[in-house]
C-alpha cells in the first residue's frame, strides 16, 4: 500500500461498508428505489484515520455515466 497522502502513515486496503445493499453509490437524482451501482471498498490510514473510499465496480458507473450523462455534475 502506499503510504497516506495526508500524513504519509501506513494504511490498510480491503475495508467493506454495513449496510452495502442498500447504501452503495447512486446517483443522487436517482435515489429513491433505485438499486446501488456499486459497492465500496475502503482504504483506511492507522496514523490518522483517514478513509478513501474506491467503487468495486467502476464500469457501471462509467456505462451509466456515458448513458445518462443528466444524472451528474461533471
Ligand atoms: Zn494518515
Known sequence: MPPC????????ANLGL???????LHPNSRS????????LSATVCLN???????ADDLAKIREAAQRHPDWFTW
Open 5 to 12: 497522502e495526508s500524513c504519509r502513515g501506513q494504511q490498510v
Open 18 to 24: 454495513t449496510g452495502q445493499h442498500t447504501n452503495g
Open 48 to 54: 490518522c484515520g483517514r478513509t478513501t473510499f474506491y
Open 32 to 39: 429513491l428505489g433505485f438499486r446501488p451501482m456499486s459497492t
